[in-house]
């Protein structure tokens, strides 16, 4: 069942948002050659604390962290640990945050240092699905609608899209109906309503959608080994248009 949320609600998701994204910001700016995944996750975990929230996946599932840090040919859900970052990587950084028990969810994929065009390429089209699937999210579109701005762009330029996982609604918990799938499948195809917080996540892969998990339960890795990058806002559907609840990062 979809849970609308009124304007009372929407707000506390926005002030989660706003704390989702300046979180954000601030490891952005710590992202470099040599710091580990492990040091940005410290720094994420402190940051939401002293600001009055809380890591949204620390022990979901019993998840060992706040970030989630996947590079390379890793999708999502990587785990921060001992591995530094190099130059020529490209890192996709993921967060949950819960304010005050309303929940915010985004990422963002970037290089380190300089990256190759291959991958500047793949960084550039997928964060495009995601403004994309912005673009299509309004009251009375169906939710496909989505679906098909982040398929059609990966796929005209060559790229595949993830089918395992995809993106939901959000707000009162991480996870919520509707699934929102970066593919066209034949699920249930609601009309978008104003009240309605999804969590839209393109994960693009440079060669085939198929994906695996590694022995940490966790990471999820392309199976041809090629690169993958992901993007996410939080948004609200409002009587006209959209608002990205998590924006500033
Ligand atoms: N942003 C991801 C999602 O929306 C990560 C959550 S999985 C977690 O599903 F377990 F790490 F929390
Ligand atoms: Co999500």
């Keep these: 069942m979809i849970k609308l949320k009124n304007a009372d609600e929407i707000n506390w998701i926005r002030?989660?948002?706003?704390?989702?994204?300046?979180?954000?910001?601030?490891?952005?700016?710590?992202?470099?050659?040599g710091i580990t995944t492990r040091e940005l996750d410290q720094f994420a975990h402190n940051y939401i604390i002293s600001h009055g929230g809380k890591p949204a996946f620390l022990g979901y599932f019993d998840y060992p962290a706040s970030l989630c840090i996947s590079i390379n040919n890793e999708v999502i859900h990587g785990i921060p640990g001992k591995r530094k970052l190099?130059?020529?990587?490209?890192?996709?950084?993921?967060l949950g945050v819960i304010l005050k028990g309303y929940y915010s969810?985004?990422?963002?994929?970037?290089?380190?240092?300089?990256?190759?065009?291959?991958?500047?390429?793949?960084?550039?089209?997928?964060?495009?699905?995601?403004?994309?699937?912005?673009?299509?999210?309004?009251?009375?579109?169906?939710?496909?609608?989505?679906s098909e701005a982040i398929y059609s762009h990966a796929k005209s330029n060559g790229y595949d899209v993830v089918r395992k996982f995809c993106g939901h609604g959000t707000g009162f918990e991480l996870h919520e109906d509707p699934q929102v799938?970066?593919?066209?499948?034949?699920?249930?195809?609601?009309?978008?309503k104003p009240g309605m917080v999804l969590a839209i996540e393109p994960m693009v892969n440079e060669g085939t959608f198929d994906v695996n998990i590694l022995d940490d339960g966790w990471t999820v890795v392309t199976a041809d080994g090629?690169?993958?990058?992901?993007f996410e806002h939080t948004i609200v559907i409002l009587e006209h248009g959209c608002e990205i609840l998590t924006k500033g990062f």
């Design 105 to 146: 969810d985004a990422s963002f994929s970037q290089g380190i240092g300089n990256i190759s065009e291959k991958r500047k390429r793949l960084l550039k089209v997928t964060e495009e699905c995601l403004y994309r699937a912005i673009d299509q999210s309004l009251a009375g579109n169906r939710l496909r609608k989505i």
């Design 226 to 230: 090629k690169d993958s990058a992901h």
């Design 86 to 94: 190099r130059q020529g990587d490209i890192v996709g950084i993921d």
């Design 15 to 33: 002030e989660s948002g706003i704390l989702l994204a300046n979180t954000l910001k601030e490891v952005r700016k710590l992202i470099t050659e």
């Design 181 to 192: 799938f970066n593919y066209i499948n034949s699920g249930p195809n609601p009309r978008l």
